[in-house]
């Protein structure tokens, strides 16, 4: 079952073993927030520093994930625990490199659910959220240099090596990085899930 928004794009999303819905401003998912991102191996691998506490958390969450496009990633079946986020991030001409048609793709999952085939599972459907729902003409994908499972789970849903940024800097962490942008155009993805059917 998928739920629309007033703005006409799905709220909630479902897989065969999960549900991406929207991060609620309330007490749980803060604090499932903090159990997970207060892992020191999560944050710096996805770009941001490990949560410092339930606060920071929900500050978080009111300010960076409670918006358009971005969803907690939840267990089918299990009570509705947040344990991991993935979004689309679709902003103006120009913005690392974007055009306003594209959208960049974002995911990071708690370590006990790694290496489980649910960020892959989480990730085909946030593009076919992009190219069906929302109608772009490409995402891209980046990764720090070292990375290489989120790498990995690029490889294995259609994302193709494009360029490498090696002064990429990040404000939050105040610290320069080599970044890695994958892409895949609409076009292939329907040609690959064409090939699916």
Not at 174 to 185: A, I, S
Request: positive net charge; aromatic residues 14%; proline residues 5%.
């Amino acid at each position: 079952m998928t739920r629309i928004s007033l703005s006409g794009f799905p709220t909630v999303l479902e897989t065969k073993r999960l549900i991406l819905r929207p991060w609620k401003d309330d007490e749980a998912d803060a604090q499932a927030l903090f159990r997970y991102a207060s892992d020191p191996e999560i944050g710096p691998n996805a770009g941001w520093l490990p949560h410092e506490s339930v606060i920071y958390s929900g500050n978080m969450i009111r300010t960076i994930l409670k918006k358009d496009g971005i969803f907690a990633i939840t267990r089918k079946g299990g009570d509705n625990e947040a344990i991991g986020s993935i979004g689309l991030t679709m902003s103006p001409s120009g913005a690392r490199g974007r055009k306003e048609t594209e959208a960049e793709l974002g995911y990071w999952i708690a370590r006990p659910y790694q290496n489980q085939g649910l960020t892959t599972e989480a990730v085909r459907e946030m593009l076919r959220y992009a190219f069906c729902d929302r109608q772009r003409e490409g995402v891209w994908c980046c990764y720090y240099d070292g990375n290489l499972r989120s790498r990995h789970v690029m490889d294995k849903t259609g994302f193709t090596y494009d360029h490498t940024d090696f002064h990429s800097f990040n404000p939050m962490m105040d610290k320069y990085f080599v970044e890695h942008f994958m892409y895949l155009p609409a076009k292939r993805y329907f040609n690959y899930i064409g090939k699916m059917l």
